[in-house]
Nanobody, 129 residues
Framework: VQLQASGGGSVQAWGSLRLSCAAS?????????????MSWFRQAPGKEREFVSA???????YYADSVKGRFTISRDNAKNTVYLQMNSLKPEDTAVYYC???????????????????WGQGTLVTVSS
């Protein structure tokens, strides 16, 4: 089971980026991918990994207060891929962004990194002022 994150880069403040996370492996067939909660976390230098956004099988979405109104999570189950559209980026959004997946995480635990079994390798987002 692999999660491959991509789309990071360097951008100026108020710019936009779209991150992608493609899932592959035995557990991620086109049918079962839909059953996974897919989330994004981020980790800035010297800080703990923090929740950014999640989307569940019903396509309900959840956001950290710090990104609400600026970031949008979506999923394409046919492509086994989840996206994070990031607009109006701020320097404090600078971090390594990780995608995560799990089938059994409950809503109250979406925000906890320890709830997820599968992780991508991370993609770096740098926002300059």
């Amino acid at each position: 089971v692999q999660l491959q994150a991509s789309g990071g880069g360097s951008v100026q403040a108020w710019g936009s980026l779209r991150l992608s996370c493609a899932a592959s492996g035995v557990s991620f067939s086109s049918v079962s991918f839909n059953s996974y909660v897919m989330s994004w976390f981020r980790q800035a230098p010297g800080k703990e990994r923090e929740f950014v956004s999640a989307i569940n099988r019903g396509r309900s979405t959840y956001y950290a207060d710090s990104v609400k109104g600026r970031f949008t999570i979506s999923r394409d189950n046919a492509k086994n891929t989840v996206y994070l559209q990031m607009n109006s980026l701020k320097p404090e959004d600078t971090a390594v962004y990780y995608c995560a997946a799990d089938r059994q995480v409950i809503v109250s635990s979406y925000f906890s990194a320890s709830s997820y079994h599968y992780w991508g390798q991370g993609t770096l987002v740098t926002v300059s002022s």
